[in-house]
């Protein structure tokens, strides 16, 4: 297993509520939301760095949506 490390993270009050919120939501430790929040970003990095597109749907609106990332 990959040796772990430990960092020390400061949050606003909002990103902190937002955090316990997903964290509750999730049935999920905050360390593995920000874990899982971490792949997801790097995933998503890389696919747009492929050329693809980030696009939510709302087959119930027929409402389509591309995300921008920075």
Do not use: F
């Not at 971490?38 to 087959?59: C, F, H, P, S, T």
Request: charged share 35%; proline share 0%; glycine share 2%.
């Amino acid at each position: 297993m990959n040796e772990k490390r430990t960092m020390t993270l400061n949050l606003s009050s909002q990103e902190m509520e937002a955090l316990e919120e997903l964290s509750r939501v999730k049935e999920l430790s905050k360390t593995a939301v920000i874990r899982q929040a971490l792949r997801l970003y790097q995933l998503v990095g890389e696919r747009l760095a492929q050329g693809e597109r980030l696009v939510l749907e709302d087959d119930k609106l027929n409402k389509k949506a591309e995300v921008m990332m920075l």
